[in-house]
């Protein structure tokens, strides 16, 4: 799919924040960013601080003007690193926490998706999704899109909604009311059709677990219509990519829960979907495999596709995702750009905000020390 043309400032598609204020970072060629790093540290540590006079408006001492001087040469010594970093690292402070923020890789890599997306067609459409069982509302007219090439997080309070919402969005839960289409496919209109373009991991995942992964990524495939050619090349290296080929001959049901979760994820990608619905998809998995699980995500949207996953991990979604959703009690509170959404705050501190959680902990003076309570 070919990128679009990067806008110069984010969309205005978020319903309570102002963009505006979201700072725009693009990553400069790792090399040039390192050079530039190393520099600027070796500047700061040798450049020795100003005396009072100078902040007093006084002459500066000959002391003051050397270390002017000092810091003029890395300019000029690699002026094009220099440049570079200084263009493409945030200098404004946040105008909430005052504190300057330096993103690491992965944010940058998800401003810029975020720009690029913005101009991408809309694959995942879901609109006044409800769902009530009996007197209990799940979901109320939640409403989103989804553009290619996007990484879009679900975040919520336990019982929020998420699963519901993503279920639906999946074919495995029937809405009460709305509609949600995938690349303009009704999802329950058409919901084989529908399905060859997801890729879906479903919360409490159960699995085929007296097969062996091999057998479980070889039925997934067949499933799918894929012939074995196809379906053995892909397992093999899915199960490379994972980290599973060592356990492709043993039964699933000897899996640990993260290399179950990791053997699901697989599963889900085998047909090559359009679009990957996840849920919870980094729950049990160790810091390594979730590293791992990152950068096969990562590259899945560089290659056009996209992603809509939930996660209670809202470190997780600001440091990888390029959008998020965040749902209350079964209702939309909050969607856009990650940097629009969390507006100049952590994406915690927002979320803290939009849930209001001002009464919790309260009426439990009951849990004080015994010192406290003679």
């Given at each position: 799919?070919?990128?679009?043309?990067?806008?110069?400032?984010f969309?205005?598609?978020?319903?309570?924040?102002d963009s505006?204020?979201?700072?725009r970072v693009t990553?400069?060629?790792r090399t040039?960013?390192?050079?530039?790093?190393?520099?600027?540290?070796?500047?700061?540590?040798?450049?020795?601080?100003?005396?009072?006079s100078?902040?007093?408006g006084?002459?500066?001492p000959a002391?003051?003007?050397?270390?002017?001087?000092?810091?003029?040469?890395?300019?000029q010594?690699?002026?094009?690193a220099?440049e570079?970093?200084?263009?493409?690292?945030?200098?404004?402070?946040?105008p909430r926490?005052?504190?300057?923020?330096?993103?690491?890789?992965?944010?940058?890599?998800?401003?810029?998706?975020?720009?690029?997306?913005?101009?991408?067609?809309v694959?995942l459409?879901?609109?006044?999704?409800?769902?009530s069982?009996?007197?209990?509302?799940?979901?109320?007219?939640v409403?989103?899109?989804v553009?290619?090439?996007?990484?879009?997080?679900?975040v919520?309070?336990?019982?929020?909604g998420?699963?519901?919402?993503l279920?639906?969005?999946?074919?495995?839960?029937?809405?009460?009311?709305?509609?949600i289409?995938?690349?303009?496919?009704?999802?329950?209109?058409?919901?084989?059709?529908?399905?060859?373009?997801?890729?879906?991991?479903?919360?409490r995942?159960?699995?085929?677990?007296?097969?062996?992964?091999?057998?479980?990524?070889?039925?997934?495939?067949?499933?799918?219509?894929?012939?074995?050619?196809?379906?053995?090349k892909?397992?093999?290296?899915?199960?490379?990519a994972f980290?599973?080929e060592?356990?492709?001959?043993?039964?699933v049901?000897?899996y640990?829960?993260?290399?179950?979760?990791?053997?699901?994820?697989?599963c889900?990608?085998?047909?090559?979907p359009?679009v990957l619905v996840?849920?919870?998809p980094?729950?049990?998995?160790?810091?390594?495999?979730?590293?791992?699980?990152?950068?096969?995500?990562?590259?899945?949207?560089?290659?056009?596709?996209?992603?809509?996953?939930?996660s209670?991990?809202?470190?997780?979604?600001?440091r990888?995702?390029?959008?998020?959703?965040i749902?209350?009690?079964?209702?939309?509170?909050?969607?856009?750009?990650?940097?629009?959404?969390r507006?100049?705050?952590s994406?915690?501190?927002?979320?803290?905000?939009?849930?209001?959680?001002d009464d919790?902990?309260k009426g439990?003076?009951?849990?004080?020390?015994?010192?406290?309570?003679?």
């Open positions: 799919m070919p990128a679009t043309p990067q806008s110069e400032e969309p205005d598609n978020v319903d309570v924040v505006s204020a979201a700072p990553e400069p060629p040039l960013k390192n050079r530039a790093a190393r520099a600027a540290v070796q500047v700061e540590t040798s450049a020795p601080a100003a005396p009072d100078a902040v007093q006084e002459p500066a002391e003051s003007m050397q270390a002017e001087s000092v810091q003029s040469e890395p300019a010594v690699a002026p094009a220099t570079t970093a200084n263009a493409e690292a945030p200098q404004a402070a946040s926490t005052g504190r300057i923020e330096v993103p690491v890789p992965s944010v940058v890599r998800a401003r810029e998706r975020a720009e690029i997306a913005a101009g991408n067609p694959v459409r879901a609109d006044s999704l409800t769902k069982y009996g007197q209990v509302l799940a979901a109320a007219d409403s989103f899109e553009h290619a090439g996007s990484l879009t997080g679900v919520g309070p336990n019982g929020a998420k699963t519901t919402v279920s639906m969005i999946t074919g495995l839960n029937r809405p009460s009311s709305g509609r289409s995938v690349h303009d496919i009704d999802v329950w209109g058409k919901g084989p059709a529908a399905k060859r373009v997801i890729g879906s991991l479903p919360d995942l159960r699995l085929f677990d007296r097969l062996t992964g091999g057998q479980l990524l070889y039925y997934a495939g067949v499933l799918q219509g894929l012939d074995q050619a196809t379906v053995a892909r397992a093999a290296e899915l199960a490379t980290g599973l060592s356990a492709l001959d043993r039964p049901s000897d640990s829960a993260g290399m179950q979760k990791k053997i699901g994820l697989a889900s990608m085998i047909h090559a359009e996840l849920d919870e980094y729950e049990t998995i160790d810091p390594v495999s979730a590293s791992n699980v990152t950068e096969i995500l990562e590259k899945y949207v560089a290659g056009g596709g996209s992603v809509i996953m939930s209670h991990s809202l470190d997780l979604i600001q990888i995702c390029d959008h998020v959703v749902i209350v009690d079964g209702s939309v509170v909050a969607q856009g750009t990650v940097d629009a959404v507006d100049g705050v994406l915690e501190e927002r979320f803290k905000h939009l849930t209001n959680p919790e902990g439990l003076e009951w849990l004080r020390g015994s010192s406290d309570s003679e």
